[in-house]
């Protein structure tokens, strides 16, 4: 017969192992160490292609061959340009943060599109769902400390950089712009933060799973266009394991989710007044949770 399992602690704590109950424990370990095995590998993974995506942004990427630039400018590797052409800034719901932008002062700001160097510059902006989503992380370090975040179209990088500040475990700021991605890792080096990952890609075509396990995905202001907030909803609903905080002025592609179940407001901030002014006179910026 053999002996009921319920005899194994007590043999296990007086060390006197044998038999069955001593195959039960090593089993119990070797399995667990597999798993713990497995784990590692697929972090290791993870970490492997992560540092792959940052290699990309230490400072060496040429400017894209679309770009229009001066003859002054054409030798200036990507980040350099993006230094040269934008100014620092403060001027926004998160001074804490030091932002290089487009600003009044910098000479692209009233320049013609055809004039300026970069395509869709949306990254030489910070957007205003972008700036209360990055007060809402600052201010409430707690949900976001040891969290892996993700920040889907990191734009500026705001978002990102004020998550590792405050204490995330791993930053994957991503964005489909190679130039938002550079002038990500501009200013997270401006904040002192050395801790971002930074993926030029468009994770949207892919299975959320492919990125590892994200426990948090930041949207700052991605809502202005109706195909592309049908497609990025689409993709939210991917992400069942992930909390998900969207920044939004207001903009008409949450509209359909704002009226639902879907979602809830979280925080609202009022904006600055240049901002209002440069923002069809959004007046408040929200930060929603959606589920
Ligand atoms: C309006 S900006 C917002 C930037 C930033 N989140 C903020 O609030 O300041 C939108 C950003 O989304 C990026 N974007 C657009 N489509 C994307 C996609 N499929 N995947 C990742 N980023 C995308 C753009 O390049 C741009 O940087």
Same mark, same amino acid.
């Given at each position: ?68 630039? #001066?003859?002054? *400018?054409?030798?200036?590797? @990507? ?9 620092? !800034?403060?001027?926004? %719901? ?115 799973? #492919?990125?590892? *396990?994200?426990?948090?995905? @930041? ?9 592309? !907030?049908?497609?990025? %909803? ?58």
């Amino acid at each position: 017969m053999r002996e009921p399992l319920k005899s194994c602690p007590n043999q296990y704590r007086s060390h006197s192992l044998s038999g069955e109950c001593y195959l039960v424990p090593l089993v119990l370990i070797v399995g667990i160490s597999f798993v713990n095995i497995i784990q590692l590998l697929v972090q290791f993974l993870n970490f492997i292609h992560s540092a792959a995506s940052i290699a990309k942004y230490s400072g060496t990427c040429p400017a894209p061959a679309n770009m229009r630039l #001066s003859v002054k *400018h054409k030798r200036l590797p @990507l980040r350099q340009l993006i230094s040269k052409l934008t100014n620092k !800034s403060r001027d926004h %719901l998160t001074p804490e943060l030091e932002m290089r932008l487009i600003t009044p002062d910098s000479p692209l700001w009233k320049c013609r599109p055809e004039e300026c160097p970069f395509v869709d510059p949306y990254w030489a902006f910070y957007w205003p769902g972008g700036q209360a989503l990055t007060r809402f992380i600052l201010d409430n370090s707690n949900i976001f400390q040891r969290k892996n975040i993700l920040d889907v179209g990191c734009g500026c990088g705001a978002s990102s950089i004020a998550a590792a500040i405050v204490g995330a475990k791993l930053v994957l700021a991503n964005d489909i712009d190679t130039t938002a991605c550079e002038a990500t890792a501009l200013n997270a080096r401006l904040n002192r933060t050395n801790t971002l990952h930074i993926l030029n890609d468009n994770i949207l075509n892919k299975k959320s799973t #492919s990125l590892g *396990h994200v426990d948090i995905v @930041l949207i700052g202001d991605m809502f202005y266009d109706s195909e592309f !907030s049908q497609m990025l %909803l689409d993709w939210l609903r991917t992400i069942k394991k992930s909390r998900v905080f969207v920044g939004d002025p207001g903009r008409h592609g949450l509209d359909n989710l704002t009226r639902s179940q879907e979602i809830q407001l979280v925080s609202e901030y009022d904006l600055l007044d240049h901002t209002v002014l440069e923002n069809n006179g959004f007046k408040t910026s929200r930060v929603w949770e959606v589920f």
